[in-house]
């Protein structure tokens, strides 16, 4: 059964009262009835506490269909998480691997990845790979794969191999709808 307590601490808790107990932290305002002479007080907050089948746990929302989580991949990456580069005298916009990653666990936190293969050029002059990215959706799994090349003696951005392989997780991310946005850009 829920009890409810108002409080004004500004915060409302959702408790448990099970041997596993979970705590749930939301924020949510009580206005009274709305008329000409009365304001809603914004510092009112309430406690409610409720049984654990009554709150969905944090990790229930992990396990989501596959179409949700690609919807999700292909929303337009907001331009302060881009970084700009210029090659062969043209600015070109991408999204940092460590970037990819944090959005691929937020939006898709069952994913993963895996370095299928790395092949260097018959004079040794460059390094490519393959690389593929894996997500779990609750109704099925889908992967993508792409390729990252990178000249041996371009250590601009570090080691020829880790670069080849963000360029490669990038593209295999892209493919599912991160960041596609950008490929299309100019375009249009």
Known sequence: MASLVTKKNGLSKF??????AQSLWIS?????????KQRPNENEREEVMVEPE?????????GRPLSEILKQLNKKVPDSL??????????????PWHIANRVMNLYAPEWSGEVRSITYS???KSVSVVYR???????????????????????????????????????????LGLGLHLYHEDMS
């Open 28 to 36: 949510t305002r009580s206005f009274a009835k709305s008329s000409a």
């Open 15 to 20: 408790v448990s009262t099970s041997k596993h």
């Open 133 to 175: 990215v894996t997500l779990y959706g609750t109704d099925a799994e889908i992967y993508r794969e792409s390729t990252g090349t990178a000249a041996i003696e371009d250590t601009s951005y570090g080691d020829p191999v880790q670069k080849a392989e963000a360029m490669a997780f990038r593209r295999a991310c892209a493919r």
């Open 122 to 124: 018959p004079g040794g």
């Open 54 to 62: 009554d709150v969905p746990l944090p990790t229930e929302g992990l």
């Open 82 to 95: 881009l970084r700009v580069r210029v090659e062969d005298g043209f600015s070109v916009k991408y999204i």
